[in-house]
C-alpha cells in the first residue's frame, strides 16, 4: 500500500512545517462556522445584555479576532500570517435556542487562513460559553466547520 503525500511529515516521517518559499502571493479568504447551544433563558439574558459579566457578543468578537491573529501560536504547523482582515458576526436561534457564529478571514499571502478562520469561530465560542457558564452549565459547543475558502489552489 502507498503512503499519501503528506506535506507536513517529511521523507523520515517526521512532522514539518511546509516550505512555501517558492509560492506565489495570492488574495486568499476563508469562512468558518460554529454553533453553542444554550438554554432559552441564557439565549435571553445574552440577548439583553443583562449576564453577570456584561455583553457577551461584544467580547466574543474581539475574542475571535485576536485567536485568528494567533492562531499560528496555537496550532503546531500553522505559519504566522499577516492578516488583512477578520470579521465575527453572530446570529441567534431562538428556535434551537444557540447561537451561530460565522468568522471571515482575508489576506493576500503564500498560505491560507481556513485555520485562522476556524480558530476564530470556536474561540469566539468558548468565549460565550466562559461568559455564560455562571448561569447555564449544559451549553455544547460543536458544529465547527469550515464553510468555504478561496485562493491558492482553489481560485
Do not use: Q, W
Amino acid at each position: 500500500m502507498n503512503k499519501p503525500d503528506l506535506s507536513h511529515i517529511d521523507a523520515e516521517g517526521r512532522a514539518r512545517m511546509v516550505d512555501i518559499g517558492g509560492k506565489p502571493a495570492s488574495s486568499r479568504s476563508a469562512r468558518a462556522a460554529a454553533r453553542i447551544t444554550m438554554s432559552p433563558e441564557t439565549l435571553r439574558l445574552l440577548e439583553e445584555k443583562a449576564l453577570p459579566k456584561g455583553d457577551v457578543l461584544s467580547v466574543a468578537r474581539v475574542a475571535g479576532i485576536m485567536a485568528a491573529k494567533e492562531t499560528s501560536r496555537l496550532i503546531p504547523m500553522c505559519h504566522p500570517l499577516l492578516i488583512e482582515h477578520v470579521s465575527i458576526g453572530f446570529a441567534a436561534d431562538r428556535a434551537d435556542p444557540a447561537i451561530d457564529i460565522e468568522a471571515a478571514v482575508r489576506l493576500s499571502g503564500k498560505t491560507g487562513v481556513e485555520m485562522e478562520a476556524l480558530t476564530a469561530a470556536t474561540v469566539a465560542a468558548l468565549t460565550i460559553y466562559d461568559m455564560c457558564k455562571a448561569v447555564d452549565k449544559e451549553m455544547v459547543i460543536g458544529s465547527i466547520r469550515l464553510l468555504e475558502k478561496h485562493g491558492g489552489k482553489s481560485i
